[in-house]
């Protein structure tokens, strides 16, 4: 009863009274929908679940889930505007923008590397775009407002002023490879202020640009403080683990591995037919004699 009361009031209070139910049912959406696809390419590599639909390939054309996502997408968003907002219209489409949404981060990696990742180490990548959109949608949702930079009585110019600084330190976020400190800190100031002020990832764009032998001193606390292994590596590896599955072998290695076989196999043809050919040339030889 309690429960049920908590929900209650929270989608009268905070949904309803401020009309966010139709982000919230995108935010909704988004969730079942990443939860239900996960769920089922992790069943569907299981070999002790031959039985779940698209266990077993026939060969021929993949077509990826991110093209239902795409189009659900593209058919909520259309139908969206033509319902100028009427109830419940506009909250069914926002719901199957988020179902639309959530299949298509889940291959957020193909967008990034255009080959499939899914399973590989730099398919990992789509759990964390997965978690960081929907920490977007539900500060959203709670009501942050990241465009709320102040009113007219405290003038035009700090209005402007206040959303360039935002701007400025979110994307030093982003430089710095602090992508979570970016997404979260662009509603809540403080905490991109704070990732902003923190050294770089030694990999970032800020790193590579501003480190290295330029600040031998920043490069190496860089490295100290983002060093391979750290528990904070760890404790995200488990996390994608725990939601996405844990990841094959990577693409890298996979595609050196077919190169590799490639440049073998081109080497035993080419041994073949230098002695197909020297054999040819002796039986001319022996001809002439």
Not at 182 to 210: D, E, H, M, N, Q
Not at 242 to 259: F, L, T
Request: aromatic share 12%; proline share 3%.
């Amino acid at each position: 009863m309690i429960y049920a009361s908590f929900v209650s009031d929270f989608w009268n209070e905070h949904i309803l009274a401020h009309e966010r139910q139709g982000v919230f049912l995108v935010l909704v959406g988004f969730i079942l929908s990443f939860a239900f696809i996960r769920m089922s390419t992790r069943l569907m590599r299981s070999p002790k679940v031959p039985w779940w639909p698209g266990s077993v390939s026939t060969g021929g054309v993949h077509l990826h889930h991110l093209v239902f996502g795409i189009v659900a997408m593209m058919i909520a968003g259309t139908l969206g505007f033509t319902v100028h907002g009427e109830s419940p219209y506009a909250e069914i489409c926002g719901f199957f923008f988020g179902v639309g949404a959530g299949l298509t981060i889940d291959e957020f990696a193909l967008w990034v590397y255009l080959d499939d990742v899914y399973w590989a180490e730099e398919g990992r990548s789509s759990i964390d775009a997965t978690v960081i959109a929907a920490a977007a949608m539900g500060l959203v949702v709670v009501g942050a407002n990241p465009l709320d930079l102040g009113n007219e009585s405290e003038g035009v110019a700090a209005v402007i002023a206040s959303g360039v600084l935002l701007f400025l330190v979110v994307a030093t976020c982003f430089l710095k490879g602090r992508n979570l400190h970016g997404i979260v800190g662009f509603f809540f100031f403080p905490i991109a202020l704070y990732g902003a002020c923190r050294i770089g990832k030694p990999t970032s764009p800020w790193g590579r640009r501003r480190y290295g032998e330029r600040r031998p001193k920043k490069e190496a606390k860089a490295e100290k403080r983002f060093q391979a292994g750290r528990r904070t590596d760890r404790f995200k590896d488990a996390f994608r683990d725990i939601v996405g599955g844990k990841p094959s072998e990577g693409v890298a290695a996979a595609r050196d591995e077919a190169i590799a076989a490639t440049r073998e196999a081109g080497e035993e043809v080419r041994q073949r037919a230098e002695k197909v050919a020297h054999a040819a040339d002796l039986g001319h030889r022996d001809q002439d004699k």
